[in-house]
C-alpha cells in the first residue's frame, strides 16, 4: 500500500519568504509527526496531532512555525518569514497505534 | 528530560562481519524504542520496534535487545553486506502515541 508521502521533495527560497510543505499521511493513521533533521541537530520533534485532539505544538521552535490537519488526513507546516536557520529536511510521520511511518522528507534551503 | 545516546557515531567494517551498534536513553520509563535506518537523502525505514515489557525483537539479519531497566538497547547485524551502510537511528517512545526522541544515529560503512 502507499506509504507517506511529502511534497515537495526539495523548496529553495529566499529568505523572509513564506513556505508550506505537505504530508499525505498513510490512509486511516490517526497520528501525524512533524520531525526537522538539521545538520548539529539531529531529529527533532516539531508538533502532533492525534485524532481530533488538540496538536501538541510544544516542539515549535518559534511563532512563525504553524502546522494544520484538514479532516483528520493531510497536513501542511507552515513557516512565515523563512531564516537561514530553517534550513533542513523537514519529515512527516504517521501511526495508528505506535510505530511511525515516515515519508521521504521535504529539504528546505533558505538562501 | 529524555536524552538519546548513540556509540559508535561512526563505524566501518568489512563485509561479513558481525557488528552491535549502541544506544542508551536517560529516563527508563518508555513505552518502546525503534530502530531506524536512514539512507542518504532518504526518508526513515522502521527496522525493528520494542515494546517496554519485551527484552528483544529479530528480523531476518537484526536483532534488537532492549534493557529498559539500565536504559540500554542494542542493534546486532549478522554477516554484515554493503547494502547494510547506512545511518541506523534509535528512538524512543515515552507514552504510547507520544513523540519520538532520537539519538544521534551510527554512521555505517560496510565495505566489499
Known amino acids: 500500500g502507499a506509504g507517506v508521502s511529502q511534497s515537495p521533495s526539495n523548496k529553495v527560497t529566499e529568505k523572509g519568504k513564506d513556505v508550506e510543505l505537505r504530508c499525505d499521511p498513510i490512509s486511516g493513521h490517526t497520528a501525524l509527526y512533524w520531525y526537522r533533521q538539521s545538520l548539529g541537530q539531529g531529529l527533532e520533534f516539531l508538533i502532533y496531532?492525534?485524532?481530533?485532539?488538540?496538536?501538541?505544538k510544544s516542539g515549535l521552535p518559534s511563532d512563525r512555525f504553524s502546522a494544520e490537519r484538514t479532516g483528520g488526513s493531510v497536513s501542511t507546516l507552515t513557516i512565515q518569514r523563512t531564516q537561514q536557520e530553517d534550513s533542513a529536511v523537514y519529515l512527516c510521520a504517521s501511526s495508528l497505534f505506535s510505530e511511525q511511518y515516515f515519508g521521504p522528507g521535504t529539504r528546505l534551503t533558505v538562501t | 528530560k529524555q536524552e538519546v545516546t548513540q556509540i559508535p557515531a561512526a563505524l566501518s567494517v568489512p563485509e561479513g562481519e558481525n557488528l552491535v551498534l549502541n544506544c542508551s536513553f536517560t529516563d527508563s520509563a518508555i513505552y518502546n524504542l525503534q530502530w531506524f535506518r536512514q539512507d542518504p537523502g532518504k526518508g526513515l525505514t522502521s527496522l525493528l520496534l520494542i515494546q517496554s515489557s519485551q527484552r528483544e525483537q529479530t528480523s531476518g539479519r537484526l536483532n534488537a535487545s532492549l534493557d529498559k531497566s539500565s536504559g540500554r538497547s542494542t542493534l546486532y547485524i549478522a554477516a554484515s553486506q554493503p547494502g547494510d551502510s547506512a545511518t541506523y537511528l534509535c528512538a524512543v517512545e515515552e507514552t504510547s502515541g507520544s513523540r519520538l526522541t532520537f539519538g544521534e544515529g551510527t554512521q555505517l560503512t560496510v565495505n566489499p
Open positions: 496531532f492525534q485524532g481530533n485532539s488538540a496538536p501538541d
